[in-house]
């Protein structure tokens, strides 16, 4: 391993600690974002996402890897329940939503989809890009959660 060698005033060359790593967001989704939370309920099988803003490109990249990072880090599979709450964030820029959908072309379906927004213009934007039939829009979170820990509840009763 090389190290960087400063010179001392006797002129002795003394070795340099190794300088840190700047670690981003995406190396450490737990960090929290401006512009998003990822978090994920194994219990209930559920990945609970809330957005606070609007996206440029470069936060795209971020978010896709921290999603990602948590399917990873989570092992979770098709069939996971999600929530989307995208109240504070309204409609996305138009510069923003090809890159979500090069980034997320890789994303498992989801057993359910809940995304809580009352903007029509960002509904729209998700009906053009989310295309699952289970699918649904709420004005709130509680009651999106609601609905997917009902679908829970069925699938346990039926176990």
């Known amino acids: 391993m090389e190290r960087d060698v400063e010179t001392s005033p006797v002129?002795?060359?003394?070795p340099q600690p190794p300088r840190p790593i700047r670690v981003s967001v995406t190396t450490r989704p737990h960090?929290?974002?401006?512009?998003?939370?990822?978090?994920?309920l194994p219990q209930l099988m559920l990945?609970?996402?809330?957005?606070?803003?609007?996206f440029d490109r470069d936060a795209v990249s971020d978010y896709a890897l921290a999603v990602k990072?948590?399917?990873?880090?989570?092992n979770i599979r098709s069939g996971y329940l999600l929530r989307m709450d995208m109240l504070e964030s309204g409609a996305q820029t138009d510069d923003a939503l090809p890159a979500f959908r090069r980034s997320f072309k890789w994303f498992p379906k989801a057993h359910r989809i809940a995304i809580v927004t009352g903007d029509l213009l960002t509904q729209q934007q998700v009906k053009q890009d989310?295309?699952?039939s289970s699918l649904r829009f709420f004005d709130y979170p509680e009651p999106a959660l609601r609905w997917l820990?009902?679908?829970?509840?069925?699938?346990v009763e039926a176990v």
């Not at 820990?149 to 699938?155: H, I, N, R, T």
Request: charged share 25%; proline share 3%; net charge neutral.
């Open 31 to 40: 960090v929290p974002s401006a512009v998003y939370s990822i978090c994920y």
């Open 11 to 14: 002129g002795h060359a003394r």
């Open 69 to 74: 990072y948590e399917f990873l880090r989570n």
């Open 149 to 155: 820990a009902e679908d829970m509840l069925e699938f």
């Open 130 to 132: 989310m295309r699952q």
């Open 47 to 54: 990945l609970d996402i809330k957005w606070f803003g609007r």
